[in-house]
């Protein structure tokens, strides 16, 4: 129950929000511990010598400190991916493997920083390439190699993550039934190195028409799942593996139609439904969409169409979004990368685990576009830092918040439970977030009876005159930047004493850990 209290604070003259904190009885649900999950595009793989630039250890350094999660390896390119055991690697992905094969399991390779340097050089054409692809629907398939699973599987692996791989869908039997066959060649290979992977198969089937001419209904994709589930349980390495799927787009109506038929046909063989989410058109985007609440609360009513679709079909399954970011299309130039990305960010996180959402697998960690955590020179962008944060200080237990004396719209707060994996912080304590969209500051104020509680807080706001479209941040005043390539800075709290108002500037965001307030539902 939420605690009864004044409906508006004057404290020291400010006007400020109070909040009501659901902290007595059961949480209103639980997340799974791998709740903020990552991608890799598949894309990165349409020239498989860029693979092998997930073993730069700055890279892997960023990636091991949002451990433990998934991986995803996925995405369009997925459907054009074909696997040949027996074909040459590229030549910086055999030099890189080489230099594995010398050294214990996750060594860092020094050796290939040379290598590095030349692909990196030529990345920004090869993300050029992509873009238009991508953007011209126009795909070709690319053949990736032994050493193409195995730098993926080592990335993964060594940095905490349990990979997730999407095999292609597209590849049919007289333009009907799946042809399993590369899949299996694929299997083989993985099960004979012992490699522990989840699977998906096919990504957003409701576009397999705008992408190939190909046309899979939902039953029939039901059948082909059901068909992957028994090739996998011929392996002793596979049979208890995890598959998740469909993977299908924004919840349109025919994605709808689709998903629903394909629950019906092979719901019963995966262990979680997936589904994607972008805001906007990254093409058309603007700033004023990433600061509207409108824009923010779409995604609600995408969820509640999911959910109601799979609660009446499928009603024990967990519900995951397998792949998802602001907008689509690669992201939004200088939006996506940028300070004012974090607030649909946060918020999909705040509301995705609210609404029962149990895994969010955000597009993309490195790679093609603008809504990558890293970009092309392994810096971290503010969506990083906000992930690491929220990684640190949130738990997978989720609170009642609510709060008077403000439209709940534009300040838009979540609370859950500390993470009881937080050295500072012990069972009992909550973490409240908040974002502000108003643009003048916004005062909170916790209840009477919280009032003599410490409370530490991590604000995070933009650093620069680019203000809210600046590609770095500061946490409590300190910019936000790597020690050196295999350090990571201390996110230091700044302590406020009990009593204290709350303060949210103009467009920012922050978290709140409220110590020792013996939230029941935590203990």
């Known amino acids: 129950m939420l605690l009864p209290l004044l409906l508006l604070a004057v404290a020291g003259g400010l006007r400020a929000a109070v909040l009501r904190l659901g902290l007595r009885g059961n949480p209103r649900g639980e997340v799974s511990p791998a709740f903020l999950s990552l991608t890799l595009d598949a894309s990165l793989a349409r020239d498989p010598r860029y693979v092998a630039l997930l073993s730069n250890p700055k890279l892997r350094a960023l990636a091991t400190a949002l451990s433990p999660g998934f991986l995803r390896f996925g995405g369009t390119e997925t459907d054009f991916l074909i696997f040949d055991p027996n074909k040459d690697s590229t030549l910086e992905e055999k030099i890189l493997w080489e230099l594995e094969a010398q050294q214990e399991a996750c060594a860092l390779r020094p050796a290939f920083a040379a290598v590095e340097k030349l692909l990196l050089a030529q990345w920004p054409n090869q993300e050029k390439l992509i873009l ?3 953007n011209r629907k126009k795909h070709k398939n690319t053949t990736i190699t032994r050493n193409t699973l195995d730098i993926l599987y080592s990335f993964a692996n060594c940095s905490g993550f349990h990979l997730v791989f999407g095999l292609n869908a597209l590849l049919r039997k007289d333009g009907l039934q799946w042809d399993s066959s590369n899949a299996r060649t694929l299997l083989d290979y993985c099960a004979s190195r012992r490699y522990n992977i989840s699977w998906e198969l096919g990504n957003e089937p409701n576009s397999f028409r705008k992408k190939s001419g190909v046309y899979i209904d939902g039953f029939q994709l039901g059948q082909d799942f059901i068909h992957l589930r028994q090739l996998l349980s011929n392996y002793t390495f596979y049979w208890n593996t995890k598959l998740y799927g469909p993977d299908v787009g924004q919840p349109r109506k025919h994605t709808q139609r689709l998903l629903r038929s394909f629950l019906k046909s092979g719901g019963k063989v995966i262990d979680a439904v997936t589904w994607h989410h972008y805001y906007v058109n990254g093409r058309s985007a603007t700033r004023k969409d990433f600061l509207s609440p409108e824009v923010l609360d779409t995604f609600v009513t995408a969820v509640q169409e999911v959910l109601e679709i799979v609660h009446g079909t499928v009603p024990d399954k967990k519900v995951w979004l397998g792949e998802t970011s602001s907008a689509y299309g690669g992201g939004a130039p200088r939006l996506s990368n940028t300070y004012v990305a974090g607030f649909m960010w946060l918020d999909k996180l705040g509301l ?10 955000r597009q993309v960690f490195f790679g093609a576009g603008t809504y990558h955590l890293v970009d092309a020179n392994f810096e971290p962008l503010p969506d990083y830092w906000l992930s690491l944060l929220y990684k640190k200080l949130v738990g997978t237990k989720v609170l009642q918040v609510g709060l008077a004396g403000a439209d709940e719209r534009k300040l838009r707060v979540y609370l859950h439970c500390t993470n009881a994996l937080h050295p500072k912080y012990r069972e009992g304590d909550v ?21 003599s509680k410490h409370v530490d807080q991590y604000l995070l706001l933009p650093h620069g005159k680019e203000n809210i479209l600046s590609r770095s ?26 009593g204290s108002i709350l303060g949210l500037p103009a467009f920012s965001y922050g978290f709140y850990v409220i110590k020792n307030a013996k939230a029941i539902a935590c203990i």
């Open 132 to 134: 238009a692809e991508h």
């Open 352 to 361: 995705s685990a609210r609404k029962g959402i149990d895994v969010v697998m």
């Open 431 to 451: 973490t409240l977030f908040a974002l502000n969209l108003y643009n003048v500051t916004q005062h909170l104020q916790l209840p009477n009876y919280l009032s």
């Open 473 to 498: 941040i500061e946490l409590n005043g300190r910019v936000l930047r790597m020690v050196d390539d295999k350090t990571l800075p201390e996110l230091t709290e700044k302590p406020l004493g009990p």
